[in-house]
């Protein structure tokens, strides 16, 4: 049940111009959660997305809405071909531990947006942006779209090497309403979802406003995820031009879980299915623990914490004029703000990852329980604070045979990340909670700030060389100057493989990044696209791969001289039908394959440096490209219409992604050439049966995933499952009440199955991380509109 519509334009219905290389369409029939215009056939998957010269998929609202109401807009296109996207939650909300694959690429190597608005790359920590269900609230998108080749030329994103996910906002409604939905479920789950809309007012305005609020138990400890969340939107019309207006305020809080550490037996110990945490159960966490803090020895590193928790606080904003200076000619400018205030908390033992070398640097010869208030408990936080603000302006230019656009995005961000330790007070355990940051730290171990200017401008051209030829051609450039300091460094000796955090300036410039494509009807319902594209990854500014995180002024030195940008060339070749016919109970096939071929260049890996770096950096850490990744694949879906009753959609995908390179680590040789891509299956395959008779209409979800390696050097692997989830809702009879009253089931893991359920690489062998599959849990929606 997944609305499948994109094609080439200058805007979509939102109002969101973008260049005309390729774009999604989102009709009426998207917004009203329509794939088909055939009153004949059950409004279910359509994998059609005529006229775009690379693979575009789109879910429209109420499809989301029908796998989970409230689902993030990530958790969505799990169901699309080629994507992995695994998280702790039902909803997709949860951070700390997704897991997204797309053709190879990792969630860090694709581009994101929403409503045009940069998102950043999505890591733990975010840097440079948020997630798409911090930017909106899931019941108020429109649709999401996944590029899932290459990303538009327009996209806003510094790291979109393989592909893009643009998430769009829904415009206010013509008429005065509302609506109303709530969920309550399993493990205490309550969501509220309230929207006004004005209608239209004071000639051709109208705006909404809405609200949400969640909350649910973990399954298997004692903390709640949830936090409120409101958006707002404001559409200006008239002849020359649409001013839109939009702001979004999310306050989260996200418990954590922990991973389960698989490795040698002495250092993985006892292993659990999953690693609860224990607050509030605070008299069991001090029994936990041995006199000095030490966790019992025969948990090695599947240690229990007191708790974890992810904190969020964001206000995103943008305002965005499009100008009709002619009827062929469009120009769109946007700015934008966004502000984050989030912070990373671990309440756990102070004898454990080498925790007792670093604080007793800074508490020289003291108990260091009695140090950190008697509990045996540390907090340490990492603090973040980001301060984005940007401006994107395009000019979109139609004549009889050619659609030309240029743009240019630009955005300065400043940044900061701290790292703090706090006590945990044995006499006061109700001021530790994972609900509030702690306050009067003890250790502020670092302070790492920095800013960053990034200017990308584009220009495309699309030739319809004949009604059915269409070639499309252009180019972007990249262009980032980012700075970095620490104000606070940490003491000498007290972090391991730091000497020194680096200071200083790094610029990385890419003049030329082209595209081309095609598109040729070869039929009216068949039609062929082919598309090139190469990106670019810019360096992070914060986090793991981040020049600034190695641990010596040199190693910085070394990285500003010798290392590149990630980059990729990625091509595909595909061709998609749509056909309606009268066979028996069949009455159309709707279907897409397509193949792709990508080069990923510079891969960047942090690493021990080579003995004769290490003379120099003296034994930090430093950040290599360590060869390149050769990827071959292919997607095959389809939907199989069967009148308005019952429709099939199956989606198949197989990727091949292989390290080219062998690289060293220190003196070692570690062995990647040959060996597949960690955490990337190699097949999938996704299946939705939807049926609709009268009031009553459901849906079943089935997604099988292959083998996982676990390693760099394929030495470890996590078993492949399958999974299924399933929905059933009754439109009630009460139209002169509410409109489009319904009630719906959802069922997460429907057979209840148990297992490892996502992995989590950070070793070249030997060592991995898992977490482990939710139970079966179940959720009642009522919602309405009035």
Sequence with gaps: MLAVLSAMAHADNNGVTTSSNATVAATAAAQAGSANNDPKQLDVVSVSAKNSARSAVSLSDSEIQKILPGTSPLQAIQTLPGVLYRTADPWGNNEQNTSLFVHGFNGQQLGYTMDGVPLGDQQYGNYNGLTPQRAIISEDVSNVTLFSGAGDLATASTSNLGGSIVTFSSDPAATMGGRFAQTIGSYATTRTYARFDTGRFGGDNSAYVSIMHQDQRAWDFDGHQGGTQLDGKFVHHDKHGTFTFYADYSDKVEPNEDANYHGTVAGQGRMPYTRAFMYPNFQQALSYLGANGAPPAADGNNYRNYYSDAQRTDYLTYAKYEWYITDAITWSNQVYYHRDEGAGVVAGPIQV??????????????????????????????????????????????????????????????????????????????????????????????????????????????????????????????????????????????????????????????????????????????????????????????????????GSQQAFDIFKQNVKPETAWVYELGLRSQHDFDVGPFTGLDSQVSAYHVNFSNRLLQISPTPVISSIVGGASIIENVGSVTTNGADVAATLHMGEHLSIYNAVSYNDSKYNDNYFSGAALVPTAGKKVPGSPEWMDKFIISASYGRFSGQLIGDAVGKVYATYTNDLSMAGYFLMSGQLSYALPIDDVFHDAKLSLNVTNLTNRKGNYQVSVGAASGTYNTYPMAPRQYFFTFSTKF
């Design 353 to 550: 990852a080498g925790l007792p070398a670093l604080f007793a640097v800074y508490f020289p010869h003291q108990n260091l329980k009695q140090v950190f208030g008697g509990s045996g408990y540390a907090i340490r936080t990492t603090e973040y604070d980001i301060n984005r603000r940007g401006w994107l302006s395009s000019l979109n230019w139609t004549t009889d045979t050619n659609e030309l656009s240029a743009g240019v995005w630009w955005e300065h961000n400043r940044l900061s990340q701290d790292r703090r330790w706090y006590p945990l007070n044995v006499n006061d355990p109700d001021a530790a909670t994972p609900y509030a940051r702690p306050a009067d730290p003890l250790i502020t171990q670092y302070e790492d700030d920095a800013r960053s200017d990034v200017i990308q401008p584009y220009i495309s051209d699309l030739w319809h060389v004949t009604p059915n030829i269409t070639l499309q051609a252009g180019f972007k450039s990249s262009f980032q100057y980012a700075d970095g300091w620490y104000p606070v460094e940490p003491l000498p000796k007290s972090t391991v493989g730091v000497i020194q955090y680096p200071s200083g300036s790094i610029d990385s410039h890419k003049v030329f990044l082209p595209q081309i494509g095609a598109t040729w009807d070869i039929t009216q319902h068949d039609e062929l696209f082919v598309n090139a594209q190469q990106n670019m990854r810019q360096f992070a500014t914060a986090n793991n791969l981040s020049p600034w995180s190695l």
